[in-house]
């Protein structure tokens, strides 16, 4: 039986929270590739990002833009398509919706006018860079983006003072300053930067600050996670993967 099939039979609406590639574009999945071609709308961070994904596998849809900016009337608008028996699937511009990401808004809002919410699980930068760290992760906390003014000091003690690893997200602007604010906060920890996951130039940078930050290419997108221990070894040099698989 086709999804379209499966979706015409149910009385209500549902909401499809959808993972997309954070980079290499064949970490789609199977079932979020049939869920957007057999919604009716998709609800996308930047349209022309979600656009040129559909592209690549043939799927023409209506794409419509929600995130932070959105208006309440635009949200209202949307919630009452869901309301009128339409399927829609939500979408960030890459990884898991909701994940730092403000696609987890429009969740609330559609679960508040109930509408039935579905995982579609799938990559997450998070989740991979945990892969590869290398350390103990059956607990840790997930800081999402570091503010970069207001609270800043406050919110970097208190990840220096995590009673678990610590995991953030930073910026290629601002990660050499992140890290050197870091240093005398936990000094000789390991910590392991993983920088552009999936693509072509993935690098995982591990040692302590001091021997890493030199070495940081300050180009695309970072994952950084403070270990609760220290680690003397070779760990300065980054290990580069220049072909993704």
């Not at 998709?42 to 419509?64: A, F, P, Q, S």
């Not at 930073?170 to 910590?191: A, F, M, Q, W, Y």
């Not at 021997?211 to 994952?223: A, H, S």
Request: proline share 4%; hydrophobic share 40%; net charge positive.
């Amino acid at each position: 039986m086709c999804l379209k099939r499966k979706i015409k039979k149910k009385m209500h609406s549902m909401l499809y929270s959808v993972a997309t590639p954070i980079g290499n574009r064949e970490d789609i999945t199977l079932r979020a590739l049939r869920i957007l071609r057999e919604v009716d709308f998709i609800l996308c961070e930047d349209t022309r990002v979600t656009h040129k994904l559909l592209g690549m596998y043939d799927i023409k849809k209506e794409c419509v833009s929600c995130h932070h900016h959105s208006s309440s009337q635009k949200i209202e608008m949307i919630i009452e398509r869901l309301k009128n028996g339409e399927h829609a699937a939500l979408v960030t511009d890459a990884g898991t919706p909701g994940i730092s990401d403000p696609g987890n808004i429009f969740v609330h809002h559609a679960i508040m006018a109930g509408i039935e919410v579905v995982s579609v699980p799938g990559p997450s930068a998070l989740s991979a860079a945990l892969s590869v760290a290398g350390i103990g992760t059956d607990r840790f906390v997930f800081w999402g983006f570091i503010p970069h003014k207001k609270g800043r000091k406050t919110f970097l003690a208190n990840i220096a003072e995590s009673s678990y690893p610590a995991v953030f997200y930073e910026s290629c602007h601002r990660i050499k300053k992140t890290l050197n604010e870091l240093k005398p906060l936990i000094g000789d920890r390991h910590v392991i930067v993983c920088r552009e996951l999936t693509k072509m130039f993935e690098t995982v940078y591990r040692g302590t600050i001091e021997e890493i930050v030199p070495n940081i290419v300050e180009k695309g997108e970072f994952v950084v996670i403070l270990a609760l221990f220290s680690y003397s070894g070779d760990g300065a040099t980054p290990r580069l993967h220049c072909t993704i698989l």
